[in-house]
T-cell receptor, first 111, second 114 residues
Framework: QQQVKQSPQSLIVQKGGISIINCAYE??????FPWYQQFPGKGPALLIA?????SEKKEGRFTISFNKSAKQFSLHIMDSQPGDSATYFC??????????FGSGTKLNVKP | GAVVSQHPSWVICKSGTSVKIECRSL??????MFWYRQFPKQSLMLMAT?????????EQGVEKDKFLINHASLTLSTLTVTSAHPEDSSFYICSARGKNEKLFFGSGTQLSVL
């Protein structure tokens, strides 16, 4: 059973637009929800993360929105840039013992 | 930020040989490291959890005798793919749990078995 479901699989956004990636989870014990950015041939890099006690976290152009009752969280990239083109993974963890990853979203920001 | 170094970044080997991949936490001590496998355009699949000074915990379906994990120190974990076969070709990524429990990833190792 997939613990974290991510959509869309791919996303094309114009430069300056807003990129939105969604994730849903089942296990209510999850207490840490990070987003990772991965460029081809590289390992993922932590982008931003949120705990379930807050509904939103913003760092620069990146915002996580968290809906605990719906068991959903999303990543918003404001003013998307071509350099943001990468694969994004959401993840969920409880107790930091294991991290379960979504299937990934390939973002292409067109100039 | 915390740095995790993974080496080598790519390796090509003949079928039947063994390959060792190293994962080092450069500026922090990592009691726990994780090894993932990633197929092209797919997500990261957890293979095993490596704990310093104890045996690794393998995920269901992962052959512990094929994927040997050693976590000999607080800064080094190794993954050895024994008797590698073409189906073992994949992108292997390690990660280490650092300060504030954040997960930091190595740059990955692309393994190609001929």
């Amino acid at each position: 059973q997939q613990q974290v479901k991510q959509s869309p699989q791919s996303l094309i956004v114009q430069k300056g637009g807003i990129s939105i990636i969604n994730c849903a989870y089942e296990n209510t014990a999850f207490d840490y929800f990070p987003w990772y950015q991965q460029f081809p041939g590289k390992g993922p890099a932590l982008l931003i993360a949120i705990r379930p006690d807050v509904s939103e976290k913003k760092e620069g152009r990146f915002t996580i929105s968290f809906n605990k009752s719906a068991k959903q969280f999303s990543l918003h990239i404001m003013d998307s840039q071509p350099g943001d083109s990468a694969t994004y993974f959401c993840a969920a963890s409880y107790g930091f013992n294991k991290f379960y990853f979504g299937s990934g979203t390939k973002l292409n920001v067109k100039p | 930020g915390a740095v995790v170094s993974q080496h080598p970044s790519w390796v090509i080997c003949k079928s039947g040989t063994s390959v060792k991949i190293e994962c080092r936490s450069l500026d922090f001590q990592a009691t726990t490291m994780f090894w993932y496998r990633q197929f092209p355009k797919q997500s990261l699949m957890l293979m095993a959890t490596s704990n310093e000074g104890s045996k690794a915990t393998y995920e269901q379906g992962v052959e512990k005798d094929k994927f040997l994990i050693n976590h000999a120190s607080l800064t080094l974990s190794t993954l050895t793919v024994t008797s590698a076969h073409p189906e073992d070709s994949s992108f292997y990524i390690c990660s280490a749990r650092g300060k504030n429990e954040k997960l930091f990833f190595g740059s990955g190792t692309q393994l190609s078995v001929l």
